[in-house]
């Protein structure tokens, strides 16, 4: 592992343990589907959504995030608490913060107030998650988590090498193969095999820690018998 490696895991730790105790509780009655092999994927898994918005009414935070609309101040501007300590924000202005927002995971957001949207308070920029020890369970669907911070329009872009998995799935490749004369991706999910043509569609839902949810909405951007390129977007629900 590398020093940044370590340092990264470090601080995720460190985190989680002063701010969370982590719930280890699974969801009554929830149909999980195939039991497919849990399949670690290293120290963390990191997710960005480099294109994030959003609109708060006071006394609403950003995700989960220590970072609160109180309202607006006398002279225009907008009253928001940073871990606690009040500041005042105007257009334009950075809204930047670094911290836990559930068991296991650290949100690192960089935004910036903006009037391009309706609103209290417009906020616009990017987020970036990293899921601490993830440990890869698919699941026929996720299930209705209302009460969730949820994230959309994560933004995947892996080049997988043959024989190894897609990042925060089930999904192998196992490299390129044929079907009537036409090469083809051959992806593996256990037991299970499918053949994809480049364009072509991959779903795939899952969760990552007990209290942290995925869904992939992929397609095959290409491949040979060396990798696969997959790209789409992702979503992801995560409990407090």
């Known amino acids: 592992m590398t020093a940044s490696r370590k340092t990264l895991v470090f601080v995720l730790v460190l985190l989680t343990a002063v701010t969370l105790a982590c719930s280890t509780a699974s969801i009554p009655g929830l149909d999980q589907g195939p039991q497919a092999t849990v399949t670690p994927v290293g120290d963390y898994l990191t997710l960005e959504i480099p294109a994030f918005t959003g609109s708060l009414a006071p006394g609403e935070s950003v995700g989960g995030a220590r970072l609160e609309y109180l309202g607006k101040s006398p002279d225009g501007g907008y009253r928001v608490t940073i871990d606690g300590q009040e500041v005042v924000k105007r257009s334009g202005d950075s809204l930047i913060w670094s911290g836990v927002i559930g068991p296991g995971v650290l949100a690192t957001m960089n935004l910036r107030v903006t009037t391009s949207l309706l609103g209290e308070l417009p906020v616009a920029g990017s987020v970036k998650l990293n899921i601490l020890f993830p440990e890869v369970l698919e699941l026929t669907a996720v299930p209705q988590l209302p009460d969730a911070r949820h994230f959309s329009n994560i933004v ?85």
Do not use: C, M
């Open 156 to 240: 995947i872009n892996y080049s997988v090498p043959a024989g190894q998995t897609i990042p925060g799935t089930t999904l192998v490749y196992d490299g390129l193969t044929q079907q009537a004369g036409i090469d083809v991706a051959q992806i593996s999910n256990g037991d299970r095999q499918t053949y994809h043509a480049v364009g072509d569609s991959l779903v795939w839902a899952g969760k990552l820690r007990d209290n942290v949810y995925l869904r992939y909405n992929l397609r095959i951007i290409s491949f040979n018998e060396n990798s696969v390129q997959v790209g789409g977007l992702a979503e992801i629900w995560i409990e407090k």
